[in-house]
T-cell receptor, first 109, second 111 residues
Framework: GQNIDQPTEMTATEGAIVQINCTYQ??????LFWYQQHAGEAPTFLSY????GLEEKGRFSSFLSRSKGYSYLLLKELQMKDSASYLC??????????FGKGTSLLVTP | DAGITQSPRHKVTETGTPVTLRCHQT?????MYWYRQDPGHGLRLIHY???????DKGEVSDGYSVSRSKTEDFLLTLESATSSQTSVYFC??????????FGPGTRLTVL
């Protein structure tokens, strides 16, 4: 089975940096995904890590440590539009994803 | 954006009635998935398909069935809807082991 944990809520200030952590315990591992979901909308893909290390994509970066079962999503230069839920998901042996419960991020002025 | 549509987008129904939700894609992706999303639970996989007529159960498949007779369509059926199936249902597609693309969702209320 899968156990994926991430904080329920976080608050950060516009222009700042925020790190959202995700820890997982899985029976198999074939990649970790981060999605962004605005209220009332569908999740949209942010990043994918399958090897250890940091993947950078503009203001967003994602880090993975497979030995520690740990990932984080780093958001820089926060903007008000970054207020959303951030979903961590792990793919095991198949193609289906197992999602954490999501982290609701509030960006304040 | 990936070409994924879901219908209906909103539905209210009564306990005990059958309900079918449709997911349609224009991307010719091999894999299709049905998830439900509920407060406090996140996204949970109901069923998925890895090809025409090839489907498998996910984490919360009880009370649901699926069919995929064409590459582009993946149907989710609630044979006899219950109030516990009130949820937002998302369809997703993928071609490879990488990212899945999600449809706009269907909000289902079972009274």
């Amino acid at each position: 089975g899968q156990n994926i944990d991430q904080p329920t809520e976080m608050t950060a200030t516009e222009g700042a940096i925020v790190q959202i952590n995700c820890t997982y315990q899985t029976s198999g591992f074939n990649g970790l995904f981060w999605y962004q979901q605005h209220a009332g909308e569908a999740p949209t893909f942010l990043s994918y890590n399958v090897l250890d290390g940091l993947e950078e994509k503009g203001r967003f970066s994602s880090f993975l440590s497979r030995s520690k079962g740990y990932s984080y999503l780093l958001l820089k230069e926060l903007q008000m539009k970054d207020s959303a839920s951030y979903l961590c998901a792990v793919r095991d042996q198949g193609y289906a994803l197992n999602f954490g419960k999501g982290t609701s991020l509030l960006v304040t002025p | 954006d990936a070409g994924i549509t879901q219908s209906p987008r909103h539905k209210v129904t009564e306990t005990g009635t059958p309900v079918t939700l449709r997911c349609h894609q224009t991307e010719n992706h091999r894999y299709m998935y049905w998830y439900r999303q509920d407060p406090g639970h996140g996204l949970r996989l109901i069923h998925y398909s890895y090809g025409v007529k090839d489907t498998d159960k996910g984490e919360v498949s009880d009370g649901y069935s699926v069919s995929r007779s064409k590459t582009e369509d993946f149907l989710l059926t609630l044979e006899s809807a219950t109030s516990s199936q009130t949820s937002v249902y998302f369809c997703a597609i993928s071609e490879s082991a990488n990212e899945q693309f999600f449809g706009p969702g269907t909000r289902l209320t079972v009274l």
